[in-house]
């Protein structure tokens, strides 16, 4: 559950003393324009997809700036649809299709550094499915402190 993930993300975040965040799935990044354009696109958007369900995959530690702990999500047609529907509403290949996952820790410090029991544990306590109800843009310029959403909205039930 949202809840469940919320949990896990505060406390890897006080452990290695890093920043909380909403769990989420990057699903696009959009090109610079106008927020009133944006939102008007994004309710186009969640008028046309429906909540989903993803199946996780293995939980890892990673050396991608700020993306520490993670857990792959296995492609869909629901989540393929959801990227057509970014790609084809925002005119241009905006959806980030590469590494589907859900972050748990946002840290520059290396690897060896994290317990590898903090990854068992987001394995135990993560449900077998992930439910994604809504979409948000967020702001991600400079560090994930300084990250803010704008906007948020919830898909068809």
Request: hydrophobic residues 30%; contains cysteine; aromatic residues 8%.
């Amino acid at each position: 559950s949202e809840a469940s993930c919320n949990r896990i993300i505060k406390s890897l975040a006080a452990k290695y003393r890093s920043v909380p965040f909403q769990p989420h799935i990057t699903a696009g990044g959009i090109p610079d324009r106008q927020i009133q354009e944006v939102k008007k696109v994004m309710g186009e958007i969640s008028g046309e997809v429906e909540t989903f369900e993803l199946s996780p995959r293995t939980v890892q530690c990673k050396s991608f700036p700020y993306q520490k702990i993670t857990m792959g999500i296995k492609k869909s047609s629901a989540l393929n649809h959801l990227h057509q529907t970014i790609d084809s509403r925002f005119k241009g290949n905006y959806s980030r299709r590469d590494y589907p996952h859900v972050s748990f820790l946002y840290s520059t410090m290396p690897c060896k550094k994290i317990d590898e029991e903090d990854l068992k544990e987001v394995e135990r306590r993560c449900l077998p499915k992930i439910s994604v109800n809504r979409i948000a843009l967020v702001h991600c310029k400079g560090t994930p402190e300084e990250w803010r959403t704008l906007y948020m909205c919830a898909l068809k039930p």
